[in-house]
Nanobody, 127 residues
Framework: VQLQASGGGLVQAGESLRLSCTASGSTFGRYDMGWFRQAPGKEREFVAR????????YYADSVKGRFTLSRDNAKNTVYLQMNSLRSEDTAVYYC?????????????????????WGQGTQVTVSS
């Protein structure tokens, strides 16, 4: 599986961006997709992830209410709509895929739960 992320850029605080991640292969619909990010000098952190076993989407507290994860299976693409961006959202954003057997709920916020990673796309928010 290859994941290709795009849509990053430079925006001002309060503005919006939509990230896209397109996956190769014909089994995209079977993956649970999500996003992580890594800011300079910080560890990679969980942002959002859809869990097919219960139909819920999980978000980091820091982005809840501002970011929305969605997917279009016909296009093999997952999106991260980011609104009301803040300077602390500045990071490289990575799309991730978890394949069956899926990670248990208590593990989904950890990088080790994911089998595939995209190359990352830079988001910079100026204040």
């Amino acid at each position: 599986v290859q994941l290709q992320a795009s849509g990053g850029g430079l925006v001002q605080a309060g503005e919006s961006l939509r990230l896209s991640c397109t996956a190769s292969g014909s089994t995209f619909g079977r993956y649970d997709m999500g996003w992580f990010r890594q800011a300079p000098g910080k560890e990679r952190e969980f942002v959002a992830r859809f869990k097919s076993s219960n139909g819920h989407t999980y978000y980091a507290d820091s982005v809840k209410g501002r970011f929305t994860l969605s997917r279009d299976n016909a296009k093999n693409t997952v999106y991260l709509q980011m609104n009301s961006l803040r300077s602390e959202d500045t990071a490289v954003y990575y799309c991730v895929a978890d394949t069956p057997p899926f990670a248990i709920l208590s593990s989904i916020r950890y990088a080790r739960a994911y089998d595939y990673w995209g190359q990352g796309t830079q988001v910079t928010v100026s204040s």
